[in-house]
Nanobody, 115 residues
Framework: QVQLVESGGGLVQPGGSLRLSCAVSGSSIGFYVMGWYRQAPGKQRELVASIIRVGAPNYLDSVKGRFTISRDYAKNTVYLHMNSLKPEDTAVYYC?????????WGQGTQVTVSS
């Protein structure tokens, strides 16, 4: 059973930084397309960043240059480094792992950007 556990969310002032972590158990992250999604109140869930074993990561246009997705195979963990945070980045952030017809989600972590 693949399990994803996010951590690292919290309250941060505009312009601040956070690092989200997604610890994966039950399988290697190398087998999956790993992604970070977010969902703000009243809005649809959107893909923020994704990464595969080979190739460049993909980013939502509004986070390009501010967010970076990375992975640590030894820790079987995927990260989302978020810099220059804006109030519009406020959302619940979810980690996702996809392989063929299987898709797994974490429980989400709240990120609030406010002064």
């Amino acid at each position: 059973q693949v399990q994803l556990v996010e951590s690292g969310g919290g309250l941060v002032q505009p312009g601040g930084s956070l690092r989200l972590s997604c610890a994966v158990s039950g399988s290697s992250i190398g087998f999956y397309v790993m992604g970070w999604y977010r969902q703000a109140p009243g809005k649809q869930r959107e893909l923020v960043a994704s990464i595969i074993r080979v190739g460049a990561p993909n980013y939502l246009d509004s986070v390009k240059g501010r967010f970076t997705i990375s992975r640590d195979y030894a820790k079987n963990t995927v990260y989302l480094h978020m810099n220059s945070l804006k109030p519009e980045d406020t959302a619940v952030y979810y980690c996702n792992a996809v392989r063929l017809e299987s898709s797994y989600w974490g429980q989400g972590t709240q990120v609030t950007v406010s002064s």
